[in-house]
């Protein structure tokens, strides 16, 4: 079974502080892993995806497989950062094209 | 603003009714899904189809029931088995096959049970 865990609901940094926002996942095969964010009235959208290895409005994210790990990271937080956070896993065989989600972390950056 | 449109925004059902969420998209997706979102509950997958006439259960199906007759179309259907319906109901849609599993949502419906 595939799972993803994200440990913190609530996470409040203050403008230009580093911001790391975790994820682990349990998965026995080669996983794809997303980060999602929603902000405020608007619809929930891709942040970045680990196979492409992009760095999306500041934020980078690197797959541990060794610690099952996934976290988003950003040097120096902006307030248009605060929104909700979803990590993400698609594994594959019978679970291709099936996103199993996290619980969310709430960001808040304060100015 | 995304291709997939979710109607209505709003919907308040009496218990005991059953509603019917509509979710279209004009992406050419052969992939749709339905999620419910709780708070501090992350997304669960209702149901998703991966082709026209075809669907699978995901992990909280129960008092649920979907249709995939068009490729454009996958409305959800909240049944009265449903213990507890009220939540905020999201659609997506994704290339199956394509090598990567990018789902794209649309704006959500948020129901409430009265």
């Known amino acids: 079974a595939q799972r993803v865990t994200q440990p913190e609901k609530l996470l409040s940094v203050f403008k230009g502080a580093p911001v790391e926002l975790k994820c682990n996942y349990s998965y026995s095969g080669s996983p794809e892993l997303f980060w999602y964010v929603q902000y405020s009235r608007q619809r929930l959208q891709l942040l970045l995806r680990h196979i492409s290895r992009e760095s999306i409005k500041g934020f980078t994210a690197d797959l541990n497989k060794g610690e099952t790990s996934f976290h988003l990271k950003k040097p120096f937080a902006q307030e248009e950062d605060s929104a909700m956070y979803y990590c993400?896993?698609?594994?594959?065989?019978?679970?291709?094209?099936?996103?199993?989600f996290g619980q969310g972390t709430i960001l808040t950056v304060h100015p | 603003d995304g291709g997939i449109t979710q109607s209505p925004k709003y919907l308040f059902r009496k218990e005991g009714q059953n509603v019917t969420l509509s979710c279209e998209q004009n992406?050419?997706?052969?992939?749709m899904y339905w999620y419910r979102q709780d708070p501090g509950q992350g997304l669960r997958l209702i149901y998703y189809s991966q082709i026209v006439n075809d669907f699978q259960k995901g992990d909280i199906a129960e008092g649920y029931s979907v249709s995939r007759e068009k490729k454009e179309s996958f409305p959800l259907t909240v049944t009265s088995a449903q213990k507890n319906p009220t939540a905020f109901y999201l659609c997506a849609s994704s290339i199956f096959g394509s090598g990567s599993n990018e789902q794209f949502f649309g704006p959500g419906t948020r129901l409430t049970v009265l």
């Open positions: 992406l050419n997706h052969d992939a």
């Open positions: 993400a896993l698609s594994g594959g065989g019978t679970s291709y094209g099936k996103l199993t």
